[in-house]
């Protein structure tokens, strides 16, 4: 018999259970995942027989007594080590304790978490027989007390063999094979009917027969006798009992037995990637979803554009009002206006930061309704195309949190610019040029007027000619009356409409601002795409990490008795 063992974690299983978790911890953080799914993560079984040794120790074959209540696991203990090592009879059911029986040279680390001191019964012996295993008498899983199913559940992850051990009476039972179904790939098995001396064949082929149907091609069930074959003249499987087991260490049975345990824990992880992964969705799902957000987006963009038409012509009124009683005034009240301190906040002001409170009155609930319209629209939809929903929401509701800034912002820019120079490039081209010739033509006849003044009047002086009269002076006036006059008018004619202008600043700051709001969206649904590409290739990664494993070799026909079949179904007790 082989006594000691060396097989250590792989410091690739730990990886990957170590990267799996902040994976899953960046995907909570963000929202990909709920918690729920970190809940199961959770609970996916990460300990091992080999956390019960120290980390440089040869560890044992680790095996578990295993059983309901009065099937006598304490006894077949006790026959093996041939002492009382473990409470029997009535004090079993109410016993809250795991005895451990040893070899003196095994060196036990401190116990792992959940597995505590107090009530743990450690027993020692020198006898090498059972030098390379360490067996574990587990509290009777449908004992009355509950915290005995607890700790035998506890328990379990830390055993690499199970000894089922069940009774003529009680084989039947479904309590153990509840757990048994949920656990059978993480353990190798054996089957004991103990009490053979009160069994017959028949009970034993029909144990056979239920663990063929649950998924254990040759079923290993072995007959033993609590009391022994002395005290009940009947022969029994216990000498086999130790010869298989020491087979079994001899066919390399540790690593087979860890092997399925490290490819049973690393299924149950690839299995929870493979639903947290559904929560990214699909390529053409996620292209599909965030298309339809696009289109919601520009539906309201649409609605905003043409909500806002009343609240800008109103405003535009508001401001032209203002605009003619300020031009309407007497010249010493406009002086004087000009010269007072601004209001903070008086109604109307046309000063920077007036303006941008006149802008700011626009963006009202419901303008701010469309966009939670829109946000509400892009989770159902994340929700037909099976993605999750909170990053999603998270990422439209910073853009509509900053949408009524980004958009009075923008049209208070372009009402202050309208304000500044009004009018179109012509318009203002025109007023120019009028208003030169306003000043150059009058000037001009002036001029000609005081010439033919000024020589006429010499003419007549040295009585070369008349003297003008009233005729000239009513011609000149109307000459230089009409070279005023004439550009003045149009000048005013052509003078921009303040209400127009103001509409118009507005209606061009809308939209700058919905193209500054567009180009928000894109990048911050680009962003999202990014974060939600990374966590799904991770994810993806995680899950083919098994396929850079190297190929285990098949395990041992003697090994593979004590195994279950992976896609066994749930056959009946």
């Known amino acids: 018999m ?5 097989f250590a974690m792989k410091g690739t299983e730990l990886n990957l259970f170590d990267s799996t978790r902040k994976w899953a911890e ?75 029986y040893a070899h003196e040279d095994t060196r036990l680390a401190e116990l792992p978490p959940g597995l505590p001191v107090d009530r743990v019964a450690i027993r020692r012996h020198g006898n090498d027989r059972h ?11 449908d004992s009355t007390a509950q915290e005995n199913r607890a700790l035998a559940l506890a328990w379990l992850p830390h055993i690499d063999l199970v000894i089922y051990v069940v009774s003529p009476e009680r084989y039947r039972d479904d309590v153990g094979w509840r757990i048994l179904r949920e656990r059978g790939g993480r353990h190798g098995w054996l089957f004991v009917m103990n009490h053979w001396d009160e069994a017959g064949e028949t009970q034993v082929e029909d144990l056979r027969a239920i663990l063929s149907g649950a998924g254990f091609d040759d079923p290993v069930v072995l007959r ?23 087979e079994l260490l001899a066919a390399h049975g540790l690593e087979g037995l860890e092997r399925a345990a490290d490819h049973a824990r690393r299924s149950d992880l690839a299995r929870w990637l493979g639903a947290a992964s559904a929560a990214f ?3 053409p799902a996620w292209a599909a979803l965030t ?29 032209a009002l203002h605009s003619a009683e300020r031009h309407a005034a007497p010249t010493w009240l406009r002086l004087r206006l000009r010269r007072r301190a601004p209001d903070p906040t008086p109604p109307g002001a046309l000063d920077s930061a007036g303006i941008r409170q006149l802008a700011s009155g626009l963006w009202d609930e419901w303008a701010l309704s469309k966009l939670r319209d829109l946000v509400d ?17 998270r990422t439209l509701e910073a853009v509509a949190a900053d949408a009524g800034q980004v958009l009075t912002g923008a049209m208070a820019e372009g009402l202050q610019r309208a304000l500044a120079r009004p009018g179109s490039i012509v318009q203002r081209a025109l007023r120019a040029a009028l208003g030169l010739l306003a000043g150059v033509l009058p000037s001009a006849a002036l001029a000609w007027v005081g010439y033919h003044v000024v020589t006429t009047f010499l003419a007549g002086v040295s009585g070369d000619g008349p003297f003008l009269g009233l005729g000239f002076a009513v011609h000149a006036a109307l000459l230089v009356a009409v070279a005023w006059l004439l550009p003045y008018l149009l000048f005013r004619l052509l003078r921009p409409d303040p209400q127009r202008s103001a509409a118009a600043g507005l209606r061009a700051g809308l939209d700058t601002g919905l193209d500054a709001l567009d180009a928000r969206l894109d990048a911050a649904l680009a962003a999202l795409e990014s974060e939600r590409a990374v966590l799904r290739a991770e994810a993806a990664r995680l899950r083919n990490a098994r396929a850079g494993e190297p190929a285990a070799p098949s395990p041992d026909t003697r090994v593979r008795r004590v195994l279950r079949r992976t896609e066994a179904g749930d056959a009946q007790w």
Not at 2 to 6: A, F, N, Q, Y
Not at 28 to 52: C, K, M, S
Not at 224 to 246: R, Y
Not at 293 to 317: D, F, K, N, V, Y
């Open 2 to 6: 082989r006594p000691w063992t060396d």
């Open 26 to 100: 960046r995907a909570l953080e963000r929202g990909w995942l709920g918690r729920a799914q970190g809940e199961a993560l959770a609970r996916i079984e990460r300990a091992r027989p080999g956390d019960l040794f120290e980390p440089a120790a040869r560890r044992p074959l680790v095996i578990g007594l295993f059983g309901g209540t009065g099937v006598g696991k304490s006894s077949l203990l006790n026959r093996l080590a041939e002492s009382a090592i473990a409470r029997t009879g009535v004090q079993r059911p109410t016993s809250h304790e795991v005895t451990v």
């Open 131 to 141: 030098r390379g295993v360490m067996w574990i008498d587990m509290p009777d899983f």
């Open 224 to 246: 033993t006798c609590a009391a022994g074959p002395a005290a009940t003249q009947a022969a029994d499987d216990f000498e086999g009992l130790l010869d298989g087991i020491d």
């Open 281 to 283: 969705g699909e390529p």
């Open 291 to 319: 298309g339809e957000i696009r289109a919601g987006w520009q539906r309201a963009r649409a609605a905003l554009r043409e909500g806002m038409t009343w609240p800008i012509s109103e405003l535009s009124g508001r401001i």
């Open 377 to 393: 629209g892009a989770e159902l939809a994340a929700y037909r195309h099976a993605t999750a929903r909170a990053p999603l929401r």
